[in-house]
């Protein structure tokens, strides 16, 4: 899933917090995408910019653009991990609503995503991870770029 087409994004000197815009029929809505230490990798967090300034990952904005979205997210993904070799992301759903999505997209798109990464499944309850198969349903996922 290499670099395409999404929304324009800004990021801090660590480039680990970037911003950009979703723009759809609920208008200009700021979204953030922090990576964050966790010892064995960088966690992934997105969410919105909410009104008094503070990160927000549980809004659903729902503003037509999904798609873009997801293809900034994988642009920043590409970005982080030429200015962070060798480090591992962990993405985990903040809810059941979004893992649906998020194992969507992986199994939609893991075609694209396996060439230059390896992706692996995540089930936290017993927490065990396997490399990903497109026919189960995850609850978490650990991604690395293939150098």
């Known amino acids: 899933m290499g670099k395409r087409n999404g929304y324009e994004f800004t990021f801090n000197e660590e480039r680990i917090w970037f911003e950009f815009d979703s723009l759809g029929p609920k208008g200009r ?38 798609r873009a979205v997801i293809q900034t997210i994988a642009n920043i993904i590409h970005h982080f991990c030429e200015s ?15 893992k649906a999505l998020y194992n969507r997209i992986f199994k939609e798109k893991f075609e694209e ?4 990464f390896r992706v692996f499944g995540i089930d936290l309850g017993p927490l065990a991870s396997e490399d990903y198969r497109s ?4 609850d978490a996922f650990l991604i690395e770029k293939i150098v």
């Open 84 to 98: 962070h070799p060798g480090r591992k992301i962990y993405i985990e759903p903040v809810d059941s609503k979004r």
């Open 113 to 116: 995503i396996e060439p230059e």
């Open 29 to 66: 809505i700021r979204k953030i995408v922090e990576f964050y230490d966790v010892k064995f990798a960088f966690n992934l967090a997105f969410g919105d910019m909410a009104a008094d300034g503070e990160f927000d990952d549980e809004n659903i904005t729902d503003n037509g653009d999904i």
């Open 135 to 138: 026919t189960k349903t995850y």
